[in-house]
């Protein structure tokens, strides 16, 4: 007999264990509190203009090919490797790096400013490739029952990584390199986590290994909202029923088994097992109300920044730049150190612009761009008024044309943008930090929320406050350890 199993929310977690779920014989049911599936890997259409909302490249591909794989089918959406990865603007320079993997073109770059670059940065990718050797297979792709067999599994990590642990992100790419430059270009992945390179663990060095030897960046044709489309496709195909602005706000338990799931209309949903997709953190305080996970708790674990992003469409061509672009600040290290509790100077530590429309002409009309700005900025923790959006934007937008030598301000025909209260509101991140909780030491592995309920046997969660964490490669890995505890739960029932 079939079990029906709901699944609350369609980020890319939910949507991917939806599929290794429906391709095994479950009957798959979401429920969604926006009007449109994804999650924060959305897409915002205005004129004529495409914008995803969210993510805006991915790595570790062989995740994707593996969630398809195990479901028996095909890709269902084309990538390409980008070539550069990204190129990065420091301000009051004219010099412009492009990050290749071909480490002989990256490293000429650096000829006059970091001696011996290529030694250095081969020395230092091989300590990271050792980091994610050592560790991706032991402590990344497995479910723990407990914090004692979490603890169990890295003794099994090379103890040579120890010092590592006793460092931070910025540390750890200074025992390699000296030049300003360097330091801050290898070390901007670390934004990629949601904190800074000052406040995330050396451990995660290992993201340059999969940045310049392992996998690299790729771009999704069409913009990265077709992996959601390509998925959705997918899943009706398997009569998966979709309800969208449902949003669960209450539920209905029998001892240690939930029996219903109440959205904001009073609509009770029934199903066999719950899988939960919203954030793990948040939904256990809000909806099952856990004291561990109420407001007074969860201020105090560590969350990520908050982001400031938005989304213009202008009437002119930017050939001088690529489709990922990094914009470093004069005060990178002091802004940076400060950035998730310093909500006054307009001077970031650096922004991001992807130009989707450079290998996606059909996400801008003909002769015109769209481009997606993204600004680290505090949560709303420390910095809850957003009356000065409009100021900062201007800022950035005024910096930015400065930079490429090309005044934008009087081409901008659409502009959108949205704060970390829309982030909070659109998408229930908790107190509108952008990729959930941090990945502090004692938030990661099995002190991270887990993906089985305490209390509940049925009911169970997949996303990025969850194992393993944030980005898209990781949310899938996560879709596999979620259904994995769901197909061990149905066995031994």
């Not at 794989?69 to 490797?81: A, H, K, S, V, Y």
């Not at 229930?428 to 509940?456: C, T, V, W």
Request: glycine share 6%; hydrophobic share 35%; with cysteine.
């Amino acid at each position: 007999m079939k079990k029906d199993i709901l699944i609350v929310g369609t980020g890319l977690g939910g949507l991917a264990s939806g599929l290794r779920l429906a391709t095994q014989g479950y009957n798959v049911i979401f429920v969604e509190k926006a009007a449109t599936p994804g999650g924060r890997l959305n897409r915002l259409e205005k004129d004529g203009f495409r914008f995803d909302t969210g993510p805006s490249f991915f790595s570790m591909p062989y995740e994707f090919e593996e969630l398809m794989n195990d479901c028996g089918l095909p890709m269902p959406f084309d990538f390409i490797e980008l070539d550069p990865l990204y190129t990065v603007h420091f301000r009051d320079s004219d010099k412009k790096f492009y990050l290749y993997k071909d480490l002989d073109k990256l490293s000429e770059q650096f000829e006059n400013i970091e001696p011996n670059f290529k030694e250095k940065l081969n020395l230092y990718l091989k300590k990271s490739a050792e980091l994610y050797n050592d560790t991706v297979n032991v402590v990344i792709k497995q479910n723990f029952d407990n914090i004692f067999d979490y603890l169990k599994a890295l003794m099994q990590v090379n103890p040579k990584h120890l010092p590592v642990l006793f460092k931070n992100f910025w540390q750890q790419v200074g025992n390699y390199f000296d030049s300003k430059e360097a330091r801050q270009i290898i070390s901007l992945v670390a934004f990629f986590l949601g904190r800074t390179p000052f406040d995330t663990n050396a451990i995660y060095t290992l993201l340059s290994h999969i940045e310049f030897r392992h996998s690299g960046y790729y771009n999704v044709k069409g913009g990265m909202y077709t992996i959601v489309e390509s998925l959705i496709n997918l899943l009706r195909n398997y009569n998966v029923e979709f309800n969208f602005n449902t949003e669960i706000v209450d539920y209905e338990s029998d001892s240690d088994k939930l029996e219903y799931l109440i959205d904001q209309n009073g609509k009770k949903w029934h199903a066999d097992i719950y899988l939960i997709n919203a954030d793990a953190a948040f939904f256990r305080g809000k909806v099952f109300k856990r004291e561990k996970y109420n407001d007074n708790h969860l201020n105090k674990m560590s969350w990520t920044m908050g982001y400031l992003t938005f989304y213009l469409g202008i009437n002119t061509k930017l050939p001088q730049i690529e489709h990922h672009n990094y914009f470093i600040g004069s005060n990178y290290q002091q802004y940076s150190k400060n950035v998730m509790t310093d909500p006054g100077t307009l001077e970031k530590p650096y922004y991001y612009v992807n130009v989707i429309s450079k290998n996606n002409p059909e996400c801008a009309p003909d002769g015109c761009e769209a481009l997606f700005f993204v600004c680290p900025v505090p949560n709303l923790l420390y910095k809850s008024n957003w009356q000065d959006k409009d100021q900062i934007i201007e800022s950035i937008i005024v910096d930015f044309s400065k930079r490429i030598s090309q005044d934008i301000s009087s081409n901008i025909v659409v502009k959108e943008a949205f704060t970390p209260i829309d982030w909070r509101d659109k998408f229930n991140l908790y107190q509108g930090a952008g990729l959930g909780l941090s990945h502090k030491m004692d938030q990661i592995g099995a002190f991270r929320p887990a993906n089985f309920d305490e209390i509940f046997k049925n009911t169970f969660y997949v996303g990025s406050s969850t194992l393993p964490g944030a980005g898209l490669p990781m949310v899938v890995i996560s879709s596999k350890l979620a259904t994995e505890r769901i197909f061990n739960y149905n066995k031994n029932k």
